[in-house]
């Protein structure tokens, strides 16, 4: 499986972005998906993940209200659509997925990466 994390860019605190994450190649086997960040000398961490069927979904308490996960299954596409982004938004923004159908929560439990695209927002 290969992932394609694709939509950062620079802008202004209170912008919007959407991210996408393609998936290409043995596709059966990339199945939950989670989008995870890691900001300048921070660790890597969870901000999103979604089940297989995009039932289900799960936020860091950090983005919860202003970002959202969604799939498309047919194109193979995962998004994160980002509102109100704030300066501590500024990371770098990974796509993973799993194997597992279920949300899964840890860094581990993710089979594929993406090489990450970033997002810059100023003050």
């Known amino acids: 499986v290969q992932l394609q994390a694709s939509g950062g860019g620079m802008v202004q605190a209170g912008d919007s972005l959407r991210l996408s994450c393609a998936a290409s190649?043995?596709?059966?086997?990339?199945?939950?998906a989670g989008w995870f960040r890691q900001g300048p000398g921070k660790e890597r961490e969870l901000v999103a993940a979604?089940?297989?069927?995009?039932?289900?979904?799960w936020y860091d308490d950090s983005v919860d209200g202003r970002f959202t996960v969604s799939r498309d299954n047919v194109k193979k596409i995962v998004y994160l659509q980002m509102h109100s982004l704030k300066p501590e938004d500024t990371a770098i923004y990974y796509c993973?997925?799993?194997?597992?159908?279920?949300?899964?929560?840890?860094?581990?439990?993710?089979?594929?990466w993406g090489r990450g695209t970033l997002v810059t927002v100023s003050s």
């Open positions: 993973a997925t799993s194997r597992a159908v279920d949300t899964r929560w840890r860094a581990l439990d993710y089979d594929f």
């Open positions: 979604i089940n297989w069927s995009g039932s289900s979904s």
């Open positions: 190649g043995r596709t059966s086997d990339s199945n939950a």
